[in-house]
């Protein structure tokens, strides 16, 4: 069953990935204190968790021109499930059969204050996407991830924890599988001097 196939029955979010994944943030600011002249930013690492409370996903969130998006970046196996969910085997389009570890699931979040607005989702679990709001509290060591079918009343809201800048060295923050992959340069071909007259 999907993370968010509860939505469509009005009865709360399931276990899973889903809130993990903007849960990780990494941050390249001041740690825990992002702060933006509207509020505390999302940028950062955030943890999200499973139902029992133990750790789901760490995200990794990122701004640019007000516009934030968070990938997976640590996984952690659910402890009622018989194995760990490593490929987005239902995702859709090129997204299908890629590693979760690293792949963009918040996308399109427009900053507006401390709120995130207008993005979106995605249940790796399933391949549904959904649409999402995000809000930091004042103090900018809580995410609140809703996510909702149609309208927000008709979602439910996760609440994640803020974790330390350095909780993962940026050097070895995974990367997003779907990101292009850049070609080295080549090098100019070497011109053969003039011949002399």
């Known amino acids: 069953m999907g993370l968010f196939s509860s939505l469509a029955h009005g009865t709360k979010f399931s276990r899973g990935l889903f809130f993990a994944a903007a849960a990780t943030i990494a941050v390249f600011a001041t740690p825990g204190l992002a702060q933006t002249s509207g509020g505390a930013s999302v940028v950062g690492f955030w943890q999200a968790t499973f139902d029992d409370g133990s750790p789901s996903g ?3 969130f990122t701004e640019k021109d007000g516009i934030a998006e968070g990938r997976l970046v640590k996984m952690y196996k659910d402890p009622a499930a018989a194995k760990m969910v490593e490929f987005c085997a239902h995702c859709p389009g090129a997204m299908k059969g890629a590693p979760m570890l690293g792949l963009t699931i918040v996308t399109g979040m427009k900053h507006h204050g401390s709120k995130y607005e207008d993005g979106h989702i995605l249940d ?25 079918i149609g309208v927000p009343m008709l979602g439910q809201t996760k609440t994640w924890t803020r974790l330390p800048d350095d909780v993962i060295p940026v050097a070895s923050i995974p990367p997003d599988p779907m990101a292009p992959v850049k070609k080295p340069a080549t090098p100019a071909a070497a011109k053969t001097p003039p011949k002399a007259p």
């Open 58 to 60: 760490w995200f990794y």
């Open 124 to 148: 790796p679990r399933d391949g549904s996407i959904y649409n999402a709001q995000l809000e930091v509290s004042p103090d900018g060591q809580n995410l609140y991830l809703r996510g909702y």
